[in-house]
């Protein structure tokens, strides 16, 4: 019987790590939407997470250790949520409308995730190591497009989405929805 309690105890100190845990790796992404890499701090993702900072850092001694966890669990989300977009999918036009939505989304002011992609791209481009990050993210992404395209197509496809997100995002016009799709339209040869 006090096994079992204890096994009670111990499943739920668990979930309550991994919850706190949870809820500061979301709470880095918050404050690097809303201050970028080079401002996050391990009081401003404490704060934002409404935790003692000494929790944000007993689960995370180094703000890049809590970078990288939080940089990849949003790249695997990510990911996962742009190929289930596509799972659904039965043919290649239809496929180009979700691509085309999805860029839509991305190049809407304000857009958190497209911020967070961003900080992630500059940290990548100067770490190796947040590099990984970034190439999973490509390589799934990629093997979603593959089952509408050929291998060529995607390899051209995938960097179109990302740079008409980020001119999008960049641009103080209105994002034009008939552009989008003539653009992913001319790569895929429809």
Known sequence: MAEQSQAREDG???AFKRSKRAL??????TVVAEYGVAATTHRK???????????????FAQLHDLLYEAFS????DGSGAFAESLRVCETPDV?????????????EEGNKASVITHEL???ASREERFR?????????????????FD?????????LIEGLIIHGLLSVNDPDPDLVERAVRRIVGR
């Open 121 to 123: 791209y500059t940290l």
């Open 73 to 76: 669990q949003f790249a695997q």
């Open 151 to 159: 291998a060529d197509t995607v390899r051209m496809l995938d960097p």
């Open 12 to 14: 739920k100190s668990g």
């Open 24 to 29: 500061i790796i979301s709470a880095c992404l």
């Open 132 to 148: 990984n990050i970034t190439q999973q993210w490509m390589c799934g992404n990629r093997t979603a497009l593959r089952r509408f």
């Open 45 to 59: 993702i404490a704060a934002e997470a409404g935790v003692p900072l000494g929790l944000t850092t007993y689960y």
């Open 95 to 107: 496929a180009i409308s979700v691509i085309v939505t999805f860029i839509l989304a991305g190049q």
